[in-house]
């Protein structure tokens, strides 16, 4: 699988997580399909609370209002943009995930309500000089996890 990358989201990410310095934040991804197995992320929302230095925790309330809005705002194409999966940065540690973060997305993915048949999680790290580390792994209902390639658009 491949995500393509805008520049206004890399923005984003770079703003908010300073903003966020040691705490962890994170929200969800909304994509538009735009090749077989490959995704645009076409917004990405931020949950600046329920974070600490460690963890991030998703909050469903937010997650459920920024899925709806996007919906209503591209015209419930489901086919074309949809839930694409999840963000969070680790302020403090290499952009792998960590135990509990596989374990968070078997459970979104095994509990069925998001209706995907799979979902990928982006860790997004600010380095020196606004640099940004982005990891990409893509998880399906069956516990499996890969490797997603990001491509980062001009
Ligand atoms: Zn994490």
């Known amino acids: 699988m491949k995500i393509l990358l805008p520049r206004p989201v890399v923005t984003l990410w770079k703003d908010e997580l300073r903003r966020a310095g040691r705490r962890e934040i994170g929200g969800v991804l909304m994509g538009e399909a735009v090749a077989q197995d490959?995704?645009?992320i076409v917004e990405a929302s931020v949950q600046r609370g329920g974070g600490t230095a460690t963890s991030f925790v998703r909050d469903p309330?937010?997650?459920g209002e920024a899925i709806r809005a996007f919906h209503r705002r591209t015209g419930h194409?489901?086919?074309?943009f949809n839930y694409l999966g999840e963000w969070h940065s680790h302020p403090s540690f290499p952009t792998t995930p960590s135990r509990d973060d596989l374990a968070a997305m078997h459970e979104l993915l095994a509990d069925g309500r998001i209706g995907a048949t799979f979902a990928c999680l982006l860790i997004v790290r600010?380095?020196?000089?606004r640099r940004l580390d982005v990891g990409a792994y893509v998880f399906t209902p069956d516990g499996g996890m890969q490797l997603v390639t990001v491509v980062r658009e001009r």
């Open 38 to 40: 490959t995704f645009r």
């Open 61 to 63: 309330r937010h997650h």
């Open 126 to 129: 600010l380095r020196l000089f």
């Open 77 to 80: 194409d489901y086919t074309q």
